[in-house]
Nanobody
Framework: QVQLVESGGGLVQAGGSLRLSCAASGRTLTIQSMAWFRQFPGKEREFVTSITWSGGNPYYPDSAKGRFTISRDNVKNTVLLQMNSLKHEDTAVYYC???????????????????WGQGTQVTVSS
């Protein structure tokens, strides 16, 4: 089992920046990749970005390119999400997720991840 705890959410003005942190504990050696998702009220969780645990290879969909940066620190067992030029429409609950399954390609949907954090609220005022 892998346990995840997010931190770093909060209130920021449009155009500002936030850095989210996700600390992993437990069987961290089994982690294959970690991701950030976000959830808008009444919507399904949406993939934001991911990174492979061993190689540190990030994946960004077009929606995240240029504004979001994911990184990981294997010594501290932490994944970071740097968010810049935030927009009001980035307001959501952000979740950290981990998968211990080896897959070809990037797992983009929530049900491919087996561990989740509790979520952290990000609010961007317009």
């Amino acid at each position: 089992q892998v346990q995840l705890v997010e931190s770093g959410g909060g209130l920021v003005q449009a155009g500002g920046s936030l850095r989210l942190s996700c600390a992993a504990s437990g069987r961290t050696l089994t982690i294959q990749s970690m991701a950030w998702f976000r959830q808008f009220p009444g919507k399904e969780r949406e993939f934001v970005t991911s990174i492979t645990w061993s190689g540190g290879n990030p994946y960004y969909p077009d929606s995240a390119k240029g504004r979001f940066t994911i990184s990981r620190d294997n010594v501290k067992n932490t994944v970071l999400l740097q968010m810049n030029s935030l927009k009001h429409e980035d307001t959501a609950v952000y979740y950290c997720a981990a998968t211990t399954s080896r897959r070809i390609g990037v797992p983009l949907v929530p049900n491919l991840y087996d561990s989740w954090g509790q979520g952290t609220q990000v609010t961007v005022s317009s």
